[in-house]
DNA sequence: CTGAAAGCGCTAACAG
DNA sequence: CTGTTAGCGCTTTCAG
């Protein structure tokens, strides 16, 4: 009995006899045989990995992907390689070369931190999420106009006429800017004054916040109003009150993401709520797409956004 | 001019001419040469990968802990496989089965959800966190004894003569549940009544607290303190404060794990904090000395706690 | 110092 | 239906 069938076996590929697969059934039981996942990697040409490369998940957003990631690859029988740049571009360009090494069999990316030709001399799946790769790598990211509307107009609506933002300046082409963009021409339009906090877009976690905001005492005294990223919003909401400010009289806080976090809170956080799931939802049934050379492939998904509304205004 | 040569000159590994040197560094510029991962895992006999099983990383610790592992182990080189086991033993048992097919090189486990002989049964490297698989297999964890005499002992000292502690009861062998027992001998001793509410182990998430603690409205109603986990302390904290009861005047809280967002709430909720770093650190270092085959590996390595006073006591 | 050759363990034609 | 035979692409003796 040649080792060829039980490679038919085990695979379900090809007829076997019920015979021998009666024997190789016991054969397999008795010596305990496990199939070496390395040597059928590299006659398959494939590892069943798929790289996600997230920019940190101490940040709630991407954490909360990660997970959902996680389990959309594992139903489809991929397991998943955590590749977090923890800010750094080194990092992340290490990562993108696993891919040439074949060490993965794609890769979804979320990060930002290095010159979009690097992804584009890779000519293996990519999926990016929130991060313009250049028209031949799928792109897949939130409705962020949409959700600087909601958030602009809520805060106009909650009587806010002096309202902060902070954000950071990508070094690179990401959508995610238009949220930014389009909460302040909103404001403009009423006539309400926006001043926008650059913060480093490398540094977010909650210790830069809460030094950043030290330095900006005098200008969250001023304002009515503010629009933040998850964490920013939950630093700023517990900095102010530190500060004697009443959240939501003294100062009204939206924020930007809307993980659980945001409801977990007291009080629950007015925010613009991301759609996770059907985000990592969406980067997945592309990658496998990609994988399968399948030609139905969309280069660009938009997804939903919607406004919580929550105890800060 | 062999093949050989090109895997020692990659590889470092035994003599190279100057001149072959040259030559191949010539030719592997010129042919964009990049070493197949997936041949050399095989003829290497290991992946560079470690599995790192958890129990979800919608829980604070160990989305903590997950991120901390996968910087020591890229600081060892090896590259990190979430398995998140999202609550269930199927998922858990397949994963360790992965070690047995050659995917990965060792597995760090700290789920929670499958009976010790599973691992038992694998001869490779694992490491496991706060379950105790026998002696065989290395052992880490926080010294929840003193966790669970740190905080009876500060809530006692803060006049707590009623306290309640919510935790599960595991279905396996783990020290977690010293804390537990420790909390409630200090507060024998001191003669407050404790009364343990059990939730459902595998079931933690904050909507789960939050339908939960619906159902012990009067024993909270009664209670003048409260020992949980961080995201079990928050939810008691968002659920009273919404009952109206004030914290820490009506009931003080303390938490168990002390992951940053205890840090992040207003107030800061008082904690028994674990020193996550050091336990990731700790995980990691066993697993390297386990696949070294080294003879220095300690199996059973304890780390200590602290207690960070917060607002909700 | 270098090349030939034998695997690593499995998959995939290709004849029987 | 099944066994034989090539690979997969790299590492590692082992002569030379």
Redesign the pocket.
Known sequence: ?????V??M??K????????GKRIEAAIRELNFV??ER??N????KSGIIGVIIPDFQTPFYASLLRQVEIELYAYGYKTMVCNTVKTSDREKEYIDMLDRNMVDGIITCALSVEDSVYQMVDKPIVSMDHDLGERIPLIHSDHQKGGRLAAEHLAGQGCRKVIQIGGSFPVNTPSNDRYLEFERVMMEKNISVQKLEIEWNHIDYAYYAHFLQDCRDVLQDADGIFASDMGAIAVYHFVTDMGIHVPEGLKIAAYDGTDFTRMMTPVITAVCQNIPLLAAKCVDTMMKLIDKREDVDFHQVTDVYLQKGGTT
Do not use: D, F, H, Q
């Not at 009995?1 to 069938?5: H, N």
């Not at 590299?42 to 040409?45: A, E, M, N, T, V």
């Open positions: 009995m040649g080792i060829a069938t490679s038919r085990i695979n590929t090809g007829y076997v006899s019920e015979e021998s199939p070496n040597a059928r590299l006659s398959r040409k």
